[in-house]
């Protein structure tokens, strides 16, 4: 069965980091590319970023470009998110999700709160 | 970027009757491989978004067969046949035959 399941979300002051982690079971993770997409309260889903199944390339939304690196472990089966200089606007459910094209699976997401 | 524009951004259907939700792209989806890059997304409350159609007409793993897709080009329609209580939610049309991926607005379906 396919899981992805995410970690690291929490509430982060203005300007803070945070990492989030994705751990992925039940496929070989070395051969899908990668995404993270979100959800803001009273929103609709953003695409966040997307990562290549060898970690060769990476793609992201100008809205987080510079401040945000995707990047993978693909001995570890686990995709990354390295947010930094986080603004209020990146408050959101952060899911990862499997596939190069319309993702397939998607994990639970975690909640990231940027707040003072 | 390539612009998803839903409609209804609202829907509120009497279980056993049909709906239809339109999704229109600013740019062709058609891919020099002769295949259309449109996938429908249902999110359910509290859940993730789960897949329901790819490639404007092809339904994933377990997908009710009530859902259809339809459309080409830049014209895309999703249909449920006879909707159900299960089916409330908010629906997503995305592309991804260009990056950035996008997603339309959204539409909410809820049951009469």
């Known amino acids: 069965e396919v899981q992805v399941l995410e970690s690291g979300g929490g509430l982060v002051q203005p300007g803070g980091s945070l990492r989030l982690s994705c751990a992925a079971s039940g496929f070989t993770f070395s051969n899908y590319a990668m995404n993270w997409v979100r959800r803001a309260p009273g929103k609709g889903l953003a695409w966040v970023s997307l990562i290549s199944s060898t970690g060769g390339s990476t793609y992201y939304a100008d809205s987080v470009r510079g401040r945000f690196t995707i990047s993978r472990d693909n001995s570890q089966n686990t995709l990354y998110l390295q947010m930094n200089s986080l603004r209020a606007e990146d408050t959101a459910i952060y899911y990862c999700?499997?596939?190069?094209?319309?993702?397939?699976?998607w994990g639970q997401g975690t909640l990231v709160t940027v707040s003072s | 970027d390539i612009v998803m524009t839903q409609t209804p951004l609202s829907l509120s259907v009497t279980p056993g009757q049909p709906a239809s939700i339109s999704c229109k792209s600013s740019q062709s989806l058609l891919g020099s491989d002769g295949k259309t890059y449109l996938y429908w997304y249902l999110q359910k409350p509290g859940q993730p978004p789960q897949l329901l159609i790819y490639e404007v007409s092809n339904r994933f793993s377990g997908v009710p067969d009530r859902f259809s897709g339809s459309g080409s080009g830049t014209d895309f329609t999703l249909k449920i046949s006879r909707v159900e209580a299960e089916d409330v939610g908010v629906y997503y049309c995305m592309q991804t035959i260009h990056l950035p991926r996008t997603f339309g607005q959204g539409t909410k379906l809820e049951i009469k």
């Open positions: 999700a499997k596939g190069w094209l319309g993702p397939d699976y």
